[in-house]
């Protein structure tokens, strides 16, 4: 069987299952598990999968944006994990830039801290922040329904009035070579904004994030630590070249 054949019965599996093992491609193809594990690695060099422990995962489209609403209830145990670590590091007098999202909204209820200022493109952030009593900057804009984020040139121009001591983003997407990015191209340049507004940045993730490629690029990955989930596998291990990761 010729290679283009193999990955074109790779690709095809992948579509219709979205996650294959090896074993499912050795038995397909007939073909050595070693010859199969090139294919897969060859593919994903070119983004069209991603390796996962014991086969492969199909990338999420560049535009694709879940809603609020359906990315709270994924991984939700997770994103608590991640939400307790990432608050555990704000300290009595920071300034933080807290980005809209659904992890980053889970950071609220674990911030046990009296003085701090907090500034948000979240618009669900908004109560949960007030109820805490701390004080609250909102940048204004256009709202952008899916995310419930304040976006655009207003919410630009007001942002470029602050400075943080942290900040904490969220992403759709982290890979190796092509950083950290998300669908939106205007929300992409208010992250973009606040990392580079910030002394030190944090990118809060599940495990799900990487080897994943979005449509707009906000930050590379030197340029903020990582926190997320699981054990520290030989795909994830790699990103230690870049930045810190913390496995939480």
Request: glycine fraction near 6%.
């Amino acid at each position: 069987m010729l290679v283009s054949e193999r990955h074109q019965i790779i690709l095809d599996l992948l579509k219709a299952k979205k996650n294959v093992k090896l074993q499912e491609l050795v038995d397909l193809t007939n073909t050595s598990e070693s010859t199969l594990r090139r294919d897969l690695d060859q593919l994903e060099k070119q983004n069209y999968l991603k390796r996962v422990h014991g086969g492969a995962s199909l990338v999420q489209s560049k535009r694709e944006e879940p809603s609020v609403n359906e990315k709270t209830t994924k991984n939700f145990e997770e994103k608590g994990l991640i939400a307790q670590f990432a608050a555990e590091l704000v300290h009595e007098g920071d300034c933080i830039y807290l980005d809209a999202g659904t992890t980053t909204y889970q950071m609220i209820s674990y911030l046990k801290q009296k003085d701090i200022v907090v500034v948000t493109n979240g618009v669900d952030h908004l109560e949960a922040l007030l109820d805490k009593d701390f004080t609250t900057y909102f940048i204004g804009g256009y709202v952008k329904k899916v995310t419930k984020a304040t976006i655009g040139r207003d919410a630009y121009t007001s942002l470029k009035n602050y400075r943080f001591d942290k900040c904490f983003m969220g992403t759709n997407a982290i890979h190796y070579d092509l950083g950290f990015t998300t669908p939106d191209p205007e929300e992409a340049q208010i992250k973009e904004r606040a990392i580079h507004l910030s002394r030190e940045s944090y990118i809060l993730a599940d495990h799900t994030k990487f080897g994943e490629v979005s449509f707009s690029k906000f930050s590379r990955i030197e340029e903020a630590k990582i926190i997320t989930t699981g054990e520290p596998t030989i795909q994830l291990q790699k990103y230690k070249e870049k930045t810190e990761i913390i496995f939480v």
